[in-house]
């Protein structure tokens, strides 16, 4: 290990976490990690397991998933495993000062962002749909407010113009794991010094709601493709035509205009529809009940003419 003899607990939920966990495990010595409750998911609501309990599981990693940190009988858990060090990255609920106070070495929480900018549960998916063009990661020493505490290090990271939720997560994810055992171990050997966030430049980055994903084909062409990057991989844009919900996963920004909404251009391989500035040409959708498809592949099955518009609510058909 890199880092020997540091006992540490790992807190995290989703895949961004999971991705550092698996690195982590060649650098420190994880006792135990702590995730959020299986969630029900999917058409039949069967409840499933965070994608860091699979990779904690597939590790041997004891596992507890609390329903609340606060809970005094978890807090003796954690107590009773002796951590030198506790580490978050996206866990999902605040850390009381309790457990925060249980470590020798205090807890330290991987963000993605350069903080103070969008602190909050969607750092990643807000800096796209707010058209960044960087982003990053900090590592902060934790204390009991959202995002809060001082930061040991930050690393910037670009945020390309074809990038997703989904691709950039796994690129800050990555840079994750370039810094954090340098950081950790320039940490614990009082190497480093943590610096207070400016609050008068700190910015909230939100839970998304399925609602976000409502299509509004009155904003510009520029900010509707970058909704549709950033929204991926839930709850994704979606929009309607007629009764038919349809997820639009892939967008290009063309000039011109129209009535936002309408299709202004068709033909063989291509969709194109009016935003309130600009237009948008539509790559790739998933239509209700069907998987990702070309929009090639949609137009086969489907004869849209000109002037169709997509609406922001199912219409029925009479």
């Known amino acids: 290990m890199i880092i020997p003899e540091q006992n540490i607990i790992f807190f995290g939920t989703p895949e961004f976490a999971a991705v550092i966990l698996r690195a982590a495990q060649s650098w420190v010595r994880v006792r135990a990690v702590v995730t959020q409750p299986d969630k029900p998911k999917g058409r039949h609501r069967s409840p499933l397991p965070s994608p860091v309990k699979l990779m904690a599981l597939s590790a041997g990693i004891p596992v507890l998933q609390p329903d609340r940190a606060s809970d005094p009988l978890f807090l003796q858990s954690i107590g009773n495993l002796k951590p030198d060090l506790i580490l978050t990255a996206a866990y999902g609920q605040i850390l009381p000062k309790t457990l925060l106070n249980i470590p020798r070495h205090g807890c330290l929480n991987v963000h993605a962002s350069l903080l103070p900018k969008y602190r909050g549960a969607a750092p990643i998916n807000w800096a796209i749909i707010n058209g960044e063009t960087e982003t990053g990661i900090s590592i902060m020493r934790m204390d009991p407010g959202l995002d809060t505490g001082p930061v040991l290090l930050q690393e910037p990271v670009p945020v390309l113009p074809d990038d997703t939720g989904v691709t950039l997560t796994r ?148």
């Open 171 to 318: 690129k800050l994810s990555d840079k994750a794991i370039d810094i954090l055992p340098g950081c950790i171990q320039a940490y614990i050997e009082g190497k480093l010094s943590p610096v207070p966030q400016d609050e008068e430049k700190a910015t909230f980055a939100r839970i998304l709601r399925k609602t976000d994903g409502l299509m509004d084909w009155s904003l510009e062409a520029v900010a509707i493709h970058n909704r549709v990057r950033g929204l991926l991989p839930w709850p994704a844009a979606y929009t309607y035509l007629g009764g038919l919900q349809i997820k639009i996963l892939e967008t290009k920004v063309l000039p011109g205009g129209g009535e936002p909404g309408t299709v202004v251009d068709v033909g063989k391989g291509h969709l194109v529809v009016a935003a309130g500035q600009g237009r948008i040409s539509i790559a790739a959708l998933q239509p209700a009940g069907k998987g990702a498809m070309p929009v090639q592949a949609f137009l086969q099955g489907h004869e849209i003419a000109l002037g169709t518009r997509f609406e922001s609510q199912a219409v029925r058909q009479e």
